[in-house]
């Protein structure tokens, strides 16, 4: 405020002139810029109005709002002069998405072509004596009497009539239990073994024979050629691997284990066939000892 002197009619007075503007100005704007808060001026006893002058209107001091904004008193969005603000939306920020770990796929290892052996190179007989060889080991390991009369007549018609039905299966060129129109009953009865070989079923009033059980095993496999085996190529280089190849497929399936389990069969004809692109084509048939006695 500034004291001015007038001369009026010889006499000076004094009048008090308020300068508003520089002085709100300067109050308003004070609490901005993050500052300490300001506070309302103390009031001068000279402009309260007792003199008989106009006393100075207050200005209401800035304040601080919640968010540190200088406020005037009006509802605001956070501005100094009342006017509301834009209001800000956050940026949503993306979450980056995991990759996952690339599957490597091992690079199969090439298994080497063996060179095809000629099938004449394979004796069936040598075939056939290492698989009644593994077959008595496994029927003994199993508490078992073994297998016996390998060279009696009765066990040569056995093998004859094995022989001749894995011909017609390499012939058909599928494992089959019917061969030549004969099946398994009518194979045994064609051969006359029918009736000498059945027998009494251990613990059991009732007969065993080829009418109601089954007699034969059968199995095809190669030799002296490479061979796909459950997806892995596969070769057997002489008689003793095919003979465990057939050994374990009879054994591993439990019907034609059970089969070779029965404790009163006590003769097996083997016949094997080996043709001339190195398939080898087996037969199993059971024998009992012809006792249907009770």
């Known amino acids: 405020m500034v004291d001015r002197k007038v001369v009026v009619g010889g006499a000076v007075a004094v009048v008090a002139v308020l300068v508003v503007g520089g002085i709100a100005g300067a109050m308003v704007l004070g609490g901005g810029g993050g500052g300490d808060t300001p506070t309302p001026d103390e ?10 002058g106009s006393a100075a209107t207050p200005t209401r001091a800035a304040t601080t709002a919640g968010n540190g904004t200088a ?3 009006t509802a605001t969005n956070g501005t100094a002069n009342g006017t509301a603000g834009p209001t800000v939306t956050p940026t949503s920020v993306a979450t980056p998405t995991a990759t996952g770990t690339p599957t490597v ?6 298994v080497p072509t063996r060179t095809p052996i000629l099938p004449r190179t394979f004796e069936e007989r040598e075939v056939e004596l290492e698989l009644r060889r593994l077959i008595n080991d496994w029927r003994t390991a199993n508490g078992l009497d073994p297998y016996t009369n390998d060279n009696g007549s009765l066990v040569v018609r056995l093998n004859e009539m094995s022989l001749n039905h894995s011909v017609g299966m390499a012939q058909r060129g599928e494992l089959v239990y019917e061969t030549y129109g004969l099946s398994v ?19 059991k009033q009732f007969i065993v024979s080829p009418d109601n059980y089954q007699f034969q095993v059968i199995a095809q496999s190669y030799v002296g050629r490479n061979f796909q085996d459950g997806g892995e190529t596969v070769f057997h280089e002489n008689e003793t691997a095919v003979a465990r190849d057939i050994f374990e497929a009879w054994t591993e399936n439990p019907v034609y284990a059970d089969v070779l389990e029965y404790p009163n069969a006590n003769r097996l004809g083997v016949g094997i066939e080996i043709t001339d692109n190195n398939e080898v084509w087996a037969t199993g048939s059971i024998c009992g000892s012809g006792d249907t006695s009770y």
């Open 43 to 52: 009031p001068d006893d000279s402009d309260d109005g007792s003199d008989g």
């Open 71 to 73: 406020t005037n008193g």
């Open 105 to 110: 796929t091992p690079t199969p290892t090439a």
């Open 185 to 203: 009953p009518q194979r045994y009865e064609a051969f006359q073994v029918k009736e000498t070989c059945q027998f009494k079923r251990q613990g």
